[in-house]
Each structure stands twice: as structure tokens, then as C-alpha cells.
């Protein structure tokens, strides 16, 4: 800003000297101050220009600021995590093609708002993500047994498994396992 109102002065200052017309020395007067008053207008308006911001806020650091005002303990949001953990491996709850956010935070007898973060917080991951999560697991191991037995197709297994068609069951697999289904078979490593 210093600059630029330096180098505009500088070029009236040149002009004038080329008009020898005192008539216009008004203007190199006028012209720096008006510059200068609308800088520091745009300074007010805009205040958060003169504040260093903090960028390098690391995602946890971030998830918690997100949730600051919730009320949800750190505890009681453990507590609702390891209660998760259990209704989804003895009811497997992810079977289910309609499971949906409102369903998980009813059992949990909590807001849907309050399940969210507590996937949030402590598997770090979306509900989505986390519901697919154990679908895919699921569909390893069903995966590993029927390729055997040539019994069940990939698409009846990705059925089985919660999801509702073929590409997304594709699209969640290959995101978790870095591997096509079809790979995963071929080499289970």
C-alpha cells in the first residue's frame, strides 16, 4: 500500500514538473490523500487484512474446534464410541441396505448430531465411510470363503454385505483396499 501510493505520488510529482503550471500543485496534494484515506477505509472494513491467521491447525486440532460447544464429553463420547463398536459387530447393523445416521443415533438413544461426532472424532471418517468400512471387511472375508466354492458372485456378495448395486460396492472397496474386488481375490495378501 506504501508502495503503491509512493510510486503514484512520484509519478504526479513527475508530471507536474513537466507542466510548470502551479494551478495543478492542488493535485499533488489531493490526489496521495484521497489514496491514502481510501486505504485506510479499506483497512476497517476489512480488519481481519492486519491479523496474522493460523493456518497450520492440525485436523484433529480442527474437529475439536468444530465440536467445542456440543456438550458431548470426552467420555461420555468414548463411552458412545465402544457402544458403537459393539452394536455393529454383535448386530451388524452394516448388513442393513437402508441403515441410515438417524437409525445408529436412535440406538444410541443420542442426536443424530452427537453420532456423527462421535464417528467423527474417534474413527476419523464419515458415517458413510465408516458404515462401508465394515461392509468391506465383511465382504473379504465372504469374498475369501465363496471364491473357493465358486458359490456366490461379487455382485450377491456386495448385496449380502449392505451395499444396494455393484458400483458402489466397487467404488468403497477399492477406496479401503487400494484393490479391485476381483485383485483382492486373486491375491488376498
Known sequence: MFFAFLFLYTVLVTIYSW?????????????PL????????????????????????DPLQKKRDKYEKTGLSE?????????LEDLMSTQKLYLNHELRLDDIAELLDISRHHTSQVINENFNMSFYDFINSYRIEEAKIRLLSNFEKSSESISDIAYHCGFNNRVSFYKAFKKITQVTPKEFVQNPA
Open 19 to 31: 507542466s510548470y503550471s502551479s494551478d495543478k500543485l492542488y493535485l499533488l496534494l489531493v490526489v
Open 34 to 57: 484521497f489514496i491514502y484515506g481510501v486505504g485506510i477505509y479499506l483497512l476497517f472494513r476489512q480488519p481481519d487484512l492486519l491479523h496474522e491467521q493460523d493456518y497450520d491447525l
Open 75 to 83: 467420555a461420555f463420547s468414548q463411552e458412545l464410541k465402544n457402544k
